[in-house]
């Protein structure tokens, strides 16, 4: 699947949207990035996967810590649960980031 942009520049905590796979999947690729501009500070962001799109389990998570330079963070989680729905949750982040993410999954029947 190609890359879905799961944050946009997102300033606050919580969830993006979800996106319906169309079918189950259970590898993925959460790509983050922030604009750090020499503030510092951290973020963590989580990739969640739902069989239902109400029920989020955490498929993993990545984040970045002060620097006061901009970030490029990159999570595999896969093998994992069979899930349908996914998307990223900013669960912490520091005043002066503006983060967003991207998730891609590997599908049943997609070539490597």
Excluded: K, Q
Aim: hydrophobic share 40%; net charge negative; proline share 6%.
């Amino acid at each position: 699947m190609l890359p879905f942009a799961a944050l946009v520049s997102a300033t606050g905590t919580g969830p993006g949207p979800s996106l319906d796979l169309g079918t189950v999947a259970r590898e993925f690729t959460l790509f983050v990035a922030d604009d750090d501009t020499g503030l510092g500070g951290s973020y963590t962001v989580l990739l969640e996967g739902s069989p239902d799109n109400v029920h989020f389990v955490s498929l993993g998570s990545t984040g970045a810590r002060g620097g006061g330079t901009p970030d490029l963070a990159a999570l595999d989680a896969g093998p994992m649960h069979w899930v349908r729905y996914v998307r990223a949750n900013l669960t912490a982040v520091s005043a002066g980031r503006t983060v967003s993410a991207w998730i891609c999954s590997h599908l049943p029947g997609e070539e490597d």
